[in-house]
């Protein structure tokens, strides 16, 4: 399996709490999460596919500027003693603007930029498991449904998002 991202929607509040406090992070870190915790989504394998599914395009340094990119994982950096988790977190405001983004994005258009080999050519991580579009639409179909309605629930309680690596 390759690596995964958890997402957990936290208050305002929490997200200062965490960010000024290693041990209190450290306590939410080490958390065991029900799997059908509504205010977690875990985005198993192809977080990266379904970035590019919201934004038309990879997340890599030379596009770092293009906003949708970071819908997964962000890009502020919570800062924490026991850094062996990479944890970033996108701020309420950010998380509004994705909200707003998500809504406006149809399954039908998101269906259209799901192209294997334009995945392929952008070094889009695991593009290569699926034979053709419609298998990976298949697949990233559900993952963005849940995406959409995660920043829905986030976006109506004013929510910021921290989204950490698991594997």
């Known amino acids: 399996m390759g690596m995964?991202?958890?997402m957990h929607r936290v208050s305002e509040e929490k997200l200062r709490a965490y960010a000024s406090d290693s041990r209190r992070f450290r306590k939410f870190l080490d958390k065991e999460w029900p799997f059908d915790d509504p205010s977690v989504l875990y985005v198993d394998k192809y977080w990266d596919a379904?970035?590019?599914l919201v934004s038309g395009q990879p997340r890599t340094a030379e596009n770092e500027g293009e906003l949708l990119?970071?819908?997964?994982?962000?890009?502020?950096?919570?800062q924490y003693r026991f850094e062996h988790i990479p944890t970033f977190y996108i701020s309420v405001k950010k998380v509004?603007?994705?909200?707003?983004a998500l809504s406006e994005l149809s399954l039908e258009e998101a269906r259209q930029r799901c192209n294997v080999?334009?995945?392929?050519?952008?070094?889009?991580y695991l593009s290569d498991?699926?034979?053709n579009d419609d298998e990976a639409w298949d697949d990233l179909q559900p993952l963005l449904i849940?995406?959409?309605a995660f920043y829905a629930a986030a976006g109506k309680?004013?929510?910021?998002?921290?989204?950490?690596f698991n594997h």
């Not at 509004?96 to 707003?100: L, P, T």
Request: charged share 20%; no cysteine; proline share 0%.
């Open 117 to 124: 080999t334009a995945m392929a050519e952008a070094d889009v």
């Open 157 to 164: 309680n004013r929510e910021a998002v921290i989204s950490l």
């Open 50 to 52: 379904l970035t590019f």
């Open 4 to 6: 995964t991202v958890e």
């Open 96 to 100: 509004g603007f994705f909200n707003w």
């Open 69 to 78: 990119t970071h819908v997964i994982l962000g890009y502020s950096r919570i």
């Open 146 to 148: 849940d995406l959409k």
């Open 129 to 131: 498991a699926w034979a």
